[in-house]
């Protein structure tokens, strides 16, 4: 019996470890949004106020550190999942994934508009850009359907409640 308290006593150890571990990161999580959310704020100042020339630079820099807000929420949105003991789900972690792809295709899209400013423009970039837009845009649907159909399925019992931890 001495034996089986002791192992007891250690998952419960690590099992606290845990939440201490969990806890800190979902704590970095939202601070890192927020920071990211202040930052955005001075993005949209440019937007608002800047010369018209740097539009398309500051829409582009709003909008990217938006997304990347929405993706540490949904991030932070899997720690407290965790916490609370309940079940993982793969929603959140296929959201964060169309939303970091998304954002690539975002950042190729810009790129491309301001290159066409320029010239003396790479051939192996030009011909490379599309082939990845394609790509990516297989990623976005697979990532979507993905979404819809963990939506679509039966919802099991133990999917709400959460896990009872030994001890």
Known sequence: MDRQSGWSASV???????RAVFSFVGVLFFVAAFALAVRATSDLWSLIAGPHATMIEAGTGFLDVMLLVLMMVELAYTVTVSLRGTVLAAEPF???GLIAVIRRMIVITVGDMSSSNTSGLATGAVISQ???????TGVVLVLVVSIVLLRLRPRRRDDF???ETDG
Do not use: D, K, N, S
């Not at 419960?12 to 845990?18: M, T, Y």
């Not at 599309?130 to 990516?136: C, D, F, N, T, Y």
């Open 94 to 96: 296929l959201i964060v």
């Open 130 to 136: 599309p082939v990845e837009l394609g790509i990516l």
């Open 161 to 163: 409640e959460p896990h």
């Open 12 to 18: 419960g150890l690590l099992v606290g470890a845990e």
